[in-house]
């Protein structure tokens, strides 16, 4: 297939496009430079009679923080961005990957979120994504929607400023004697590499069109998650609890989202590794550790 990958040089679209070239598909990867999604005239000469079957959308706005300062912004890269993407795909005869994230719900389930439960946002950051989503679910002919959470990955978050959260642990277990982390909020952190080899799965598979929850098995909070690092990383550095209120959030998040991977169950199609042995993997192959 040829496979445009849109965000190509972001964390996850990176590992897109080394998955696909790995199975042997065409892949044109292309970075906010070629393909400004915001960017009518942009987009059109990018993907317009490029041949593409299939085009993935890593692209987003998803700092938390800046979406809430600017939400005009937020909404044009992750909502209308998407619906541009969407007619583009259209145009193409091709299918539209999406890529959207946990944080369209509120947290208040307290038990994993099905593709059927009713997102209800707490931020500009998911109202932004939520938007999108269903410009795709509406718009795009042939489509997939994927809902990935806290995402770590070989390459850096672009967004984030570099270090994802496993790289962070480590380097803050080698400057200090005392890690604080806090214990009250619920997710599954997921593997890049883990998300494209679930994307190869199911466009090989033809995967119906529709919403996928995306996400390694299992869930923890943040702080056994660091300790999970440190286990495996054999670090003595004292990991302790944050104390309520010790990092205050500025912008309101889902203290629970944990998401279930049903639909992908209910094809027969879940290829997804519970997070600990995903985390040992990315370890290994990152760090050579273990
Ligand atoms: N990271 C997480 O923990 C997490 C959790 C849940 C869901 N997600 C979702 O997963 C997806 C991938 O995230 P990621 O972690 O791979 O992020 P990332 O490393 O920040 O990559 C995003 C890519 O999109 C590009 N981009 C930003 N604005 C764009 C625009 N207007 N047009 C074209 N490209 C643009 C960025 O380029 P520049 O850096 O040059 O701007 C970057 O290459 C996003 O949809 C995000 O919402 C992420």
């Given at each position: 297939?040829?496979?445009?990958?849109?965000?190509?040089?972001g964390?996850?679209?990176?590992?897109?496009?080394?998955?696909?070239?790995?199975?042997?598909?065409?892949?044109?990867?292309?970075?906010?430079?070629?393909?400004d999604?915001?960017?009518?005239?942009?987009?059109?000469?990018?993907?317009?009679?490029?041949?593409?079957?299939?085009?993935?959308?890593?692209?987003?706005?998803?700092?938390?923080?800046k979406c809430?300062?600017?939400?005009?912004?937020?909404?044009?890269?992750?909502?209308?961005?998407?619906?541009?993407?969407?007619?583009?795909?259209n145009?193409?005869?091709?299918?539209l990957?999406?890529?959207?994230?946990?944080?369209?719900?509120?947290?208040a389930?307290?038990?994993?979120?099905?593709?059927?439960d009713?997102?209800?946002?707490?931020?500009?950051?998911?109202?932004?994504?939520?938007?999108?989503?269903?410009?795709?679910?509406?718009?795009?002919?042939k489509?997939?929607?994927?809902r990935?959470?806290?995402?770590?990955?070989?390459n850096?978050c672009?967004?984030?400023?570099?270090?994802?959260?496993?790289?962070?642990?480590?380097?803050?277990?080698?400057?200090?004697?005392?890690?604080?982390?806090?214990?009250?909020?619920?997710?599954?952190?997921?593997?890049?590499?883990?998300?494209?080899?679930?994307?190869?799965?199911?466009?090989?598979?033809?995967?119906?069109?529709?919403?996928?929850?995306?996400?390694?098995?299992?869930?923890?909070?943040?702080?056994?998650f660091?300790?999970?690092?440190?286990?495996?990383?054999?670090?003595?550095?004292?990991?302790?609890?944050?104390?309520?209120?010790?990092?205050?959030?500025?912008?309101?998040?889902?203290?629970?989202?944990?998401?279930?991977?049903?639909?992908?169950?209910?094809?027969?199609?879940?290829?997804?590794?519970?997070?600990r042995?995903?985390?040992?993997?990315?370890?290994?192959?990152?760090?050579?550790?273990?």
């Amino acid at each position: 297939m040829k496979i445009i990958v849109i965000g190509a040089d972001g964390q996850l679209g990176s590992d897109i496009v080394s998955g696909c070239r790995a199975e042997g598909h065409e892949v044109v990867p292309l970075t906010i430079a070629q393909a400004d999604i915001t960017d009518d005239p942009q987009v059109q000469r990018a993907l317009a009679s490029s041949g593409a079957d299939v085009v993935v959308n890593t692209a987003a706005m998803h700092q938390v923080e800046k979406c809430e300062a600017d939400p005009a912004r937020a909404f044009a890269v992750n909502a209308l961005g998407a619906r541009r993407l969407a007619l583009a795909a259209n145009a193409l005869n091709a299918r539209l990957v999406h890529i959207s994230t946990d944080y369209v719900f509120d947290g208040a389930k307290l038990a994993p979120y099905l593709e059927s439960d009713c997102p209800l946002p707490l931020n500009a950051y998911g109202n932004s994504k939520l938007a999108g989503e269903l410009f795709v679910r509406s718009l795009a002919e042939k489509h997939y929607v994927l809902r990935v959470s806290g995402l770590y990955g070989q390459n850096p978050c672009l967004e984030k400023g570099g270090l994802n959260f496993v790289d962070l642990m480590l380097k803050l277990s080698r400057e200090r004697k005392e890690v604080r982390v806090v214990d009250d909020e619920v997710l599954t952190p997921t593997s890049t590499r883990e998300v494209a080899r679930q994307l190869l799965l199911m466009l090989k598979a033809g995967a119906a069109d529709g919403l996928y929850h995306v996400t390694a098995e299992g869930a923890c909070s943040w702080h056994e998650f660091a300790a999970e690092i440190f286990r495996l990383s054999r670090s003595s550095v004292l990991l302790s609890k944050a104390a309520p209120g010790e990092f205050p959030a500025k912008v309101p998040r889902p203290k629970y989202s944990v998401l279930e991977n049903a639909n992908l169950k209910t094809a027969a199609l879940n290829g997804m590794a519970h997070w600990r042995d995903a985390l040992a993997v990315y370890l290994r192959e990152k760090h050579g550790i273990g």
